[in-house]
């Protein structure tokens, strides 16, 4: 059977308004009634569709894995509609609720999901109280294989790494909770391991976002350091990635991979604004005369040849009454002058970029009477350095697409324009402002249901030019409108 829509032209719809009566509506409708193809799979093998992946595939929202979000998953919406041209079953390892976080004998390891709090986002139970957390590694893991390979924090040499899911490895944190709950009777099956097992027929790979992402959320401050471009498998990008389409092309499976977006252009690191402390006269003569020797010491240092007059100006601290006083850092790209014990302060400015878990500590005195240490800023040679490897892991993925014949979807792109513009999607417009924007969820880093229907149908796009297939064309994909941006906090 065909699918039938309708096509609404510009160029008739001011025929449409000028109609006086429902007999030439009517007859304006028939006229625009169009026969759309049948959905077809072109050369695509659906039957054993596998995704294989961090948090993006896994279905990660509001700062959590939930079984509603992972019903919402982008893999499970995409297997939804290969089902109607050959795919099969599409199992996922859920969670035991919709409180999200894990337990590990009744202990706590993670924690439940954010709800939106009227203003922003606040953990779930600051809405509901105390909740159980029946997700428990001890106790009542699923059971596999599973067609969402997915996995919460994993970078590109994760996917390789043995012991990656193996609760023996919790404690020295070489071990992924998310991992262990998939590897069943094999704990040191690595992810890609699990994968080939299935001998999938058409596969995604969404990976790298966290070989960046990390750095990013860290504030670039060394803990979690970005992967190498170049290196050995499982320790370089170029390497890793490589050996990972290789090895899922080698039994003739076809698949869509997807690039990196900027995190930097992410809520996570967009919402919080660089000048955001209101302050009257009193506390800003106060917050002043705190950092008085500090700004006598400048002065010291430029008398004495150490600083430009353009550096004192730089790193001066100053506060004023009034609504928009930026955050005191610490820059250690600045000039180091510790040696006279001057610290390397200054203001922050619109180059500059505050993680979202900042605007807690606000209020707190931190950014005024406590300067930001480098895990709160991404300072623009951080955010240099994250552009440039993004660029090089991106030539990889591009490159290893092309070789291997498979689909591309450029979210990088994709991201760059919602961040700027907002995307049209249906009747709304999607942007990445926090909490009010559709695409991100609460957590300012991952999609809400609305933003993984969105990227779905990208990827839908990107197989039917790679593979023959029409699910943009016979009217397939999917409604963006019919997907939420939040969960109720009552969900359960």
Known sequence: MKNIKYILLSAVSL???ACNDIEDVDRIEAELMVDAPALVAGS?????FVA?????????TDNALFIASQENSLPNMLSQKFALIGGGDFTQPLMNDNFGGIAVGGTRILEPRLVFGGAGPVSLESIIGPVTVSTDLAFNNPTGPFNNMGVPGAKSFHLL???YGNIANLAPQLANPYFVRMTGTTPNASMLDLTLAQQPTFFS???GNNDVLGYALSGGDGTDPLTPVDGAVGVGFSATYATLIGALTAGGAQGVVANIPNVTSIPHFTTVPYNPVP???ATADALNGGYATYNGGLQFAF????????EVDQRTINFAEGLNNALVIIDEDLTDLSAFAIPSYRQGTAADLFVLPLSSQIPLGYGTQIPLEDKWVLLPSEQEEIATAISAFNSIIAANASQAGLALVDVNSILSELASSGISTGDFILTSSLATGGAFSLDGVHPTARGYSFLANEFMKAIDVTYGSNFEASGSLLDPAAY?????????
């Open 15 to 17: 025929t449409f308004f």
């Open 44 to 48: 695509a093998d659906f039957s054993n």
């Open 52 to 60: 294989i992946g961090n948090s993006l595939t896994a279905g990660f």
């Open 161 to 163: 790494a043995p012991g």
């Open 205 to 207: 790979l969404w990976i």
């Open 279 to 281: 302050l009257d006269a």
């Open 303 to 310: 008398a004495n040849g150490l600083l430009t007059q353009e």
């Open 484 to 492: 939420p941006t939040n969960y109720a906090a009552g969900l359960q």
